[in-house]
Every structure is written in C-alpha cells, then in structure tokens.
C-alpha cells in the first residue's frame, strides 16, 4: 500500500455520461497530481493541486476539471465521455519533490 | 513543453546480460525521475536524480544524470527475469513533470 487511494479502481459508464474520481494523498502531502495512461498517449500530465489551489495545467481536456478539497482529497471529474477517454487515471502526492511523488492503484476507466 | 524520449522502446534480453535505457530530454530541468510499471499496475518510484554527475544505485539497477548532455541512463547488470516491466523517466519541477514513453523490458529466461 502506498498510502495514496485512489477510487473506485474500475469504472464501466456509456458515452456521453460524467463520472468523478476520487484520490487521497498520503498522510501530510499537500500535492496531488493526476495522470491519464492510455496505450496510444503514454503517460499525460493532466493537473496539479497544491492545498487546495491549482498550480499547472497539462494536457486536459475542458470536458475534465478537478479540485482539492480542505482535507486535501482530489477529485477528477469527466463529463461527455467519449471512447477515447477510456484509460488508468493515476494521482500522484508529494511532500517533497526531491525525495519524488508516490502513486495511486489507479482508476481503470472503460468508456463503451 | 517538455519532451522527454526513451529508447528503447522495446528491449528483449537474456537473463545475465547488461544493457542500458537512455532517457534524453529537451529543456532544463530541476529533477529526473526513473519509475517501474508491471502491467495493469501502478507506478513504483526507483530513482530521484537531483544534480549533474549524481548516480544511484539499487541492486541490479544503476541511474546516472548528466544534465549539461540532458540524458540519463538506466544501467541494468545481469538481467534476470523479476525485471521484467515497463521503465519510465520522468523530469520536471515542483509544478509538473512529464514522462517518457517508457521503455519495455523482457528479460527471457
């Protein structure tokens, strides 16, 4: 386990529909950063959450957003899924970036 | 953006053999990072790089950092199959990093 969760870690919704994934960072990160890792892309940055504010955007869509909330919990919301929007989503927290970000289980996401 | 390029991509081996991952990216950067995925799995951090010349080492595994060339390299010494995985390099900075392709290893018995 390593301490960062994410939920739920398999989720199959129709096209057009909006789903939210849930991350918590490991205990006194205040960072959260999420991933899409999808065969034909590799490994998207997608945003960053440092308590509570977003710090950098990466290549998400403006169908996707997120927030960090006051206990620090992530949540990444999709809304009008598409096929191609069927991938692992990972967070990622850190405390440091010198001693490097620890991941979550990931989220399958499956879109049909 | 950042780029970062591995290679190679695939990487077929026998077990005993050394071979080597090179990581090159193409703007400064403060931190390289080398990651293991097995498949279906998530992300195992091996290595942080923090300055020019810097190399770690972790049983069969060496990573070095040589920032004025931007490239690090993955040193594998004699394979065996538990490294069987996909690698990845990653650089940034506090605000985001971006990885590479990943390079994917099998090593054969």
């Known amino acids: 386990d390593s301490g960062v969760t994410q939920t739920p870690k398999h989720l199959i919704t129709a096209t057009g529909q909006r789903v939210t994934l849930r991350c918590s960072p490991r205990?006194?990160?205040?960072?959260v950063y999420w991933y899409q890792q999808s065969l034909d892309q590799g490994l998207q940055f997608l945003i960053h959450?440092?308590?509570?504010?977003?710090?950098a955007k990466g290549n998400i869509l403006e169908r996707f957003s997120a927030q960090q909330f006051p206990d620090l919990h992530s949540e990444l919301n999709l809304s009008s899924l598409e096929l191609g929007d069927s991938a692992l989503y990972f967070c990622?927290?850190?405390?440091?970036?010198?001693?490097?970000?620890?991941f979550g289980s990931g989220t399958r996401l499956t879109v049909v | 953006e950042l780029k970062v390029e591995q290679n190679p991509l695939f990487l077929s081996m026998q077990e005993g053999k050394n071979y080597t991952i090179y990581c090159n990216y193409s703007t400064t950067s403060d931190r390289l990072y080398w990651y293991r995925q097995d498949p279906g799995k998530s992300l195992e951090s091996l290595f942080v790089?923090?300055?020019?010349?810097a190399v770690k080492q972790e049983g069969r595994l060496m990573a070095s950092l040589d920032t004025k060339a931007r490239l690090s390299t993955l040193h594998i010494t004699a394979a065996v199959h538990d490294l069987s995985a996909t690698y990845f390099c990653a650089v940034g900075n506090f605000n985001k990093f971006y990885f590479g392709s990943g390079t994917k290893l099998n090593v054969k018995p």
């Open positions: 205990s006194g990160d205040l960072s």
């Open positions: 959450y440092y308590n509570g504010e977003e710090r």
């Open positions: 990622a927290s850190s405390a440091d970036p010198n001693y490097g970000y620890t």
């Open positions: 790089l923090l300055s020019n010349g």
